[in-house]
């Protein structure tokens, strides 16, 4: 018996259709049963023909129904055991079910510190927001706007490509043309891709030992082989490099991360001898390039690279915002060929209005302002930290990776463990970082170090909080005064 | 000897260590030579002793010179000859360098053909600009905007995965928690994350044969072996599916890529039989179930799955808009553990700002007006295109995959070639596509086929194509008349 609900928010059709269906499920109605006619049915439910030849049509391109000429909509097998009633004996899988939690999905505030040493997000006050409505508005009123509507280059937007090459041409010294550049969603993809370049032929990767850890992830999650490779004062270690297996070596050069440490030139060479003698590849994360405090940027590893040696790798996420999901890559040309052939068939992963806004945004001469506009106010903090951590800490700590970037390194000398300064800090509500993770093997680190990251903080903040730090850290029976 | 140039815009400081830098790298400058007092050369230049101090300074932190206690700046060696003249002969990799041709950039546009039956893009009048403008400023203006600044996420702005999660629910019977959702750039993206997640245990995969080359590239690409299962007219073959050993199938159950066919509802409880029997997964990409024209849409398979065995793919590309890079998947409960474990220290790939503009967009019920906006939109040009077909071409051709989606495929019954057909059309300045890249093994194609996607043309186009279309194919000594 079909019951028509007038108060329903669904449409009456779909009414018919969805007790026919549930009577099918459930074996009311079984193989070889044959609907009422339509005309018959309408009449019972005082609906119109056409409603009820709706519910039927859907049931029949479902497969519940079939309609059979002459003999009107017959009920279909639909083995209405196995829908209702799963087998779950043979199933190894299901037993590892995670209990879903949704509130951890609201659980990793950055805020809930007074005072955060984050590493990687800023504050709001560096983003363009008003000049972001203006240019949003403009790239949807602009001759391409259309390509919104489009799949596009899988490279990303010429014009921005363009964009990029100039930029990094005048200020980091990179040779390349627009067709060596993609646009990637942030380096960890580009890495991805890189992986899949080199998967065939040569699936191990030197790393930096510490380095970052979400580069390693990305070799790692791509069954790449991982050689770790110690870094000394002057960079990594290029004698333990030679000896190991592996042909391509990712580095960041121009302020190792975490360490700080720049590359000297000698270094640089030798690297790229490496490469040439080895067929090797050098994949060079630029990824802080612009932030450099009271000296000119260090050129680029590829600005030197006479050989197409050097996968040239740089981001938005520290210069701009990471929240764009933006970086790029710059391939030598020879790659170009195979790069082509294994992705052939991909899209973009950014989205085309927003390479469209930043294409805008570089061309009016927005970014180079903002970036001295922003390298100003890091080197501000950068100075206010240095200087505070000297004056208060002394030779209690040892600061490496200083005058670039936006973190520092703390190592302190009497051997306080990581973990300890951390919960130490945590109690006073000021957030310091680990920096174990950036060890492949674990034993190698020291344990008496923390991660300082001070984009988000302001010069008053910072002196605050080094204030508050020294106490706790240092001279604890002074802490009952801190608060 | 330094020259200083006035009128140029470099800084004294940069002009001062450029040209030491170059007599280094030249060898005019080897090392151990001493360079000039900082005091001692700003006499002679006539500059600040400041502005000397500071291209020391350049020189020194990148490795060309070393400050001495008591003997000032020695140059240090570069080991110049590798840097002058590096080794090319034992470069393989650089014989193979591919010219590059900036113009091949620009060369892509779909914009060519007066008649495009392209697939997958649209034209400009269904995307909403001007609210788009105005949610911009919304997003930006919101009390959450500084997560603009922010790493957040690596599955996307929880927000936009609860309004994801109530849209499938009510218009999908989709049944998940938004800590089931990761928010992706575009399905290819999503398929990567799959492939790494199964990459150790069964690196095997069932697809449609004929099924998209999108997906299936991405198989390739992460070294997944690849078992075609055919097509039939109720969908893929599942006794050639149970004889595979692939766990792993990837399919378009309600709108099959690019055949049309809809698995009826016997196959889908088979399926998942399969599924349970095997502890398989299933991967059901739901690419266009917004676009059903004379029926509901068909309910998903992962609504009647109970066993958790199906990984859901959705996108915004086809009801939206392609230009966003935007889709989703759904994982079931017990893979997160596995997912969370690999990707823990990924990064979101889709940009914070667009993610909430289009959580604005969907919670204020823009979304849904669209999507009735579009189908009734697409559903005219459906009509339009089946009928015009239907009545010119009547039966020289099988339509196959009406009534839903963005495209069909037109089958020639007296076999005229595929290439011919585009060649042909192609004179005309009308624009239909192959089909023949879907075949993983090409001999399965019977090469009479094309696609035509219909979103791009309005109505009049349509007519006006098809009229063409059919005289240049089946009327050739009309051809004359026709332009």
Redesign the interface.
């Known amino acids: 018996m079909i019951y028509i609900n007038d108060k329903s928010e669904l449409p009456i059709y ?1 009414q018919i ?1 969805e007790q026919i269906k549930e009577d099918i499920i459930k074996g009311v109605l079984v193989e070889g049963d044959k609907l009422n006619s339509t005309r018959a049915l309408a009449k019972e439910l005082c609906v119109s023909r056409n409603t009820v030849e ?1 519910s039927y ?2 049931l029949s ?4 129904v079939e309609s059979l000429p002459g003999s009107g909509f017959i009920v ?4 209405e055991e ?2 209702l009633y ?3 004996s ?5 037993k ?7 509130s ?3 659980n ?1 505030d ?1 805020l809930l510190y007074k005072y955060n040493f984050q590493y ?5 006050s ?2 363009p ?1 008003s000049l ?2 203006r240019l ?2 403009e790239a ?1 009123l602009s001759i391409d ?9 899988k490279q990303g937007e ?1 014009g921005l ?1 363009m964009e990029i090459m100039n930029y990094l041409k005048i200020f980091r010294g990179v040779s390349c ?4 550049i993609v646009i990637c ?2 380096n ?2 580009a890495l ?1 891709l890189i992986c ?1 370049i080199f ?1 065939k032929c040569s699936p191990e990767i030197a790393i930096e030992e510490p380095g970052y ?2 580069s390693r ?1 990305v070799f790692e ?3 790449f082989e991982i050689h770790p490779i110690s870094v000394k004062s ?1 960079g990594i270690n290029i004698s333990e490099l030679e000896n190991s297996s592996a042909k391509i070596v990712y580095i960041t050069p121009s302020h190792q991360f975490p360490t700080g440490i ?9 690297l ?2 490496w490469a ?2 080895n ?1 090797g590849v050098i994949i060079e994360d630029d990824y802080d390039s612009e932030f450099r405090y ?3 940027p ?2 680029s590893l590829q600005s ?1 690279d ?3 040696r050097v996968i040239y790798l740089g981001t938005f ?1 520290k210069a701009l ?6 970086s790029y890559m710059i391939l030598p ?2 790659l ?2 195979k790069y082509n052939q ?13 390479q469209k806004i930043i294409s805008l945004y570089m061309s009016g001469g927005h970014w180079e302002r903002h970036l001295r506009k922003v390298r100003l106010s890091y080197k501000k903090k950068h100075d206010t930290l240095i200087q505070t951590l000297t004056s208060l800490m002394g030779d209690k700590v040892i600061i490496h990776g200083n005058n670039a970037g936006l973190h520092i390194v703390l190592e302190f000398v009497n051997g306080e463990k990581q973990d300890w300064l951390i919960e130490t800090a945590k109690a006073y509500k000021i957030k310091v970082y680990p920096i174990s993770q950036f060890w492949y093997t674990k034993e190698n680190y020291s344990n008496n170090m923390i991660l300082m990251g001070f984009s988000m903080l302001n010069e008053e903040e910072i002196i605050e909080a080094v204030t508050i730090l020294k106490k706790i850290w240092f001279n604890q029976k002074d802490t009952e005064a801190v608060t």
């Open positions: 779909q259709y709706n049509y859907q391109i479902e497969g519940y279909k097998n639909i083995n196995l829908f799963p087998n779950e043979s199933d190894e899988l299901h590892n079910i995670v209990k879903g939690n949704e951890s999905l609201f990793d950055p990687g997000n800023f504050d709001d560096t983003f927001y972001w409505r949003t508005a949807l706007t259309k390509k919104i509507n489009f799949y596009n280059h010429p490509r043309t627009a067709e060596q969603s942030g960890q993809h991805d899949k998967s850890d979400g992830i999650n791509n069954d002057d720049i590359m000297p030139i000698q270094n640089r060479i030798h790229l001898h040439n003698q067929d009271h000296s000119r260090i050129p030197i006479k050989n197409e996420s915002s990471p929240g764009l999901r933006m040309k020879w170009l060929s294994l992705f052939n068939s991909y899209y973009p992963t950014v989205p085309w209005l927003q």
